[in-house]
T-cell receptor, first 112, second 112 residues
């Protein structure tokens, strides 16, 4: 069984540009989560999808971040326009029902 | 809001010795306590978890203990091996809210 996959693994962009991160959850997992780790700090929750619906988006930092999960399969997280403080590692996780969350290897985002 | 304090931030032990990492949480409604291991360049991997109705759980060399009264839980690794070197994260969530709240992480180094 394939795990959670994220693309790209690394992205380097300039301040003001747009970046889109993609996450493919484990097949059959209705729950999909986005987290990020900034500057070596703790991993922080961004939002939670159940199928295509946003169940909890309390962790989204501001309206420059847009997450979508059309069709309830893969998800994208767009940052527009990117700011310096958005640099960090963005993780996606998925789970079945209220089961354990399985994480992808993350996208390392660098804003110059 | 919810807060998880994790200690120590770094831990160095001799191969074969035991390692203990402790987390304290603030939300009395927390009922799920996973531990994740993150190796360089990889995402967090679930290594063991415990629910609030259980005080201790073991899986080979790894164990987790939970003290609900004191609101802390600990990861115990016995007979440590070089491949145990990694960053370890504790996390919690509460019933009805699946977002995980993470500790700051512990960098564990096993010295041969």
């Amino acid at each position: 069984e394939a795990g959670v996959t994220q693309f790209p693994s690394h992205s380097v962009i300039e301040k003001g540009q747009t970046v889109t991160l993609r996450c493919d959850p484990i097949s059959g997992h209705d729950n999909l989560y986005w987290y990020r780790r900034v500057m070596g700090k703790e991993i922080k929750f961004l939002l939670h999808f159940v199928k295509e619906s946003k169940q909890d988006e309390s962790g989204m930092p501001n309206n420059r971040f847009l997450a979508e999960r059309t069709g309830g399969t893969y998800s994208t997280l767009k940052v527009q326009p990117a700011e310096l403080e958005d640099s960090g590692v963005y993780f996606c996780a998925s789970s079945q029902d209220v089961g354990p969350q399985h994480f992808g290897d993350g996208t390392r985002l660098s804003i110059l | 809001g919810e807060n998880v304090e994790q200690h120590p931030s770094t831990l160095s032990v001799q191969e074969g010795d035991s390692a203990v990492i402790k987390c304290t949480y603030s939300d009395s409604a927390s009922n799920y306590f996973p531990w994740y291991k993150q190796e360089l360049g990889k995402g967090p991997q679930l290594i063991i978890d415990i629910r609030s109705n259980v005080g201790e759980k073991k899986d080979q060399r790894i164990a987790v203990t939970l003290n609900k009264t004191a609101k802390h839980f600990s990861l115990h690794i016995t007979e440590t091996q070089p491949e145990d070197s990694a960053v370890y994260f504790c996390a919690t969530n509460r019933w009805g809210a699946q977002k995980l709240v993470f500790g700051q992480g512990t960098r564990l180094t096993i010295n041969p």
